[in-house]
């Protein structure tokens, strides 16, 4: 059952993505990683902001998601490579539509966010 709700929600956004090919703008289109790269990883960064900010809604041992969509769980470092588009564009630098609030993430981790998504999230 969870499964069959998981890959449902995943066609769902995919299909969403999809129509947005012909013509919406995703701010991760112009995701752009330093010459440099990036310092932050999963270990360092990721799986901390994640857990902090995401994971009470979006983990599947969630207790009360708060209408999280069941199948977008954020529970692995592959999760969130999964989802590494629409956690940018949700959650990186200037986007702030999620988490819903009211406990944001402060404005600096943000951009290690935006940094480390646009690096490929290694
Ligand atoms: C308080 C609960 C809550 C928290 C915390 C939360 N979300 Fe969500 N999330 C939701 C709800 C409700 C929806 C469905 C409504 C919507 O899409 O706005 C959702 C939907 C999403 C989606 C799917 C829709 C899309 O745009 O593809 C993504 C991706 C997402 N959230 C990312 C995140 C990220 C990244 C974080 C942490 C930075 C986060 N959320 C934190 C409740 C939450």
């Known amino acids: 059952m969870t499964s069959r709700l998981q890959s449902s929600a995943g066609a769902s956004a995919r299909a969403l993505a999809l129509l947005c090919l012909l013509g919406c703008e995703s701010p991760w289109d112009s995701a752009t990683c330093a010459d440099e790269g990036t310092d932050l990883t999963y270990e360092s960064f990721g ?8 994971q009470s809604c ?10 999280a969509p069941t199948g977008i769980s954020f529970d692995t470092h592959e999760d969130v490579v999964e989802w590494i588009d ?19 993430p402060p404005e600096a981790e943000r951009q290690k966010l935006e940094e480390w998504l646009a690096c490929g999230a290694p």
């Open 58 to 67: 979006h983990a599947s041992n969630a207790k009360d998601r708060r209408g």
């Open 47 to 54: 799986r901390g902001f994640i857990g902090a900010y995401c």
């Open 86 to 104: 629409r956690i940018y564009d949700r959650s990186a630098g200037e986007n702030v539509s999620m988490p819903p609030g009211p406990d944001d």
